[in-house]
């Protein structure tokens, strides 16, 4: 009994991999079904990604190298980099693989783990286009619960302000179709992008006309109640005299 449970174990690793490129994640009703039998043996090769009271999760990554599969959500955090460059008034754009419409979009990607914000967005887009940015602010966030590509968790999604470091674009072709620098009322009048991405190249437009004080929300990085540690927060920039406003004394 036990050799047939492996050899069904077996068997279905070998169809994921025929199935799928990179890599697949797998659900199991029940918990106690994965410690045993055709589960314990798919734990061999598959990743335990949660163990719920009702239910379990396994992933398997199939392609070359260390495993980019994100692990199991509570909350998921996207984030994507809007690199603006003043100079041309021409801004950093892709449309993605395998996708239904190839509407353009911001190049982004899931936050690591211990991962800033700034950190994410710089790192997506040099691994989508090639192209070196430093982190200026944050534009937007967008949240959604029950997120299908979240395991029906909520993610937030996180618009950044970019200034670009390099600007010859070496883009990844396993995951982007296109990418370019294209002129930012272009995009802002485009009827081929994503909404995030139309909305957020009308919200730089006016930032570039009117000046980006209007738009960004900046970082200040703070120490934390915890000895040692530090955290960031977000918000628009403070004027200096509210900035240096004293506490009053304890009367």
Known sequence: MLRSAVGAGQTVARAWRRAVTFGTWAHCLRTR?????????????????????????????????????????????GVA???????????LVVQDKNKIKNAWKFP????????????????????????????LSLLSIRQQHNHPGAFGKSDMYIVCRLKAVSFDINFCQE????????DLEELARSEHTTLITSRIAKLIFYGYREGFDKIDVNMREFPAVYTGLFYKLYHKELPEKYEKLQPNGIK
């Open 33 to 77: 079904e994965i410690t045993g039998g055709a589960g314990g043996a798919l734990l061999k090769t598959a990743r335990a990604d949660r163990f719920g009271a009702d239910h379990s999760t396994l992933a398997l990554w199939l392609a070359k190298g260390e495993s980019r599969l994100p692990a199991y959500a509570t909350h998921q955090v």
């Open 81 to 91: 980099g809007a690199v603006f460059d003043e100079a041309t008034g021409k801004v």
């Open 108 to 135: 982004g990607g899931l936050s690591d783990l211990g991962e800033d914000i700034g950190e994410t967005a710089v790192r997506e887009v040099f691994e989508e286009t090639g192209i070196r940015s430093k982190f």
């Open 175 to 182: 995951e982007c179709l296109r990418c370019e620098w294209m």
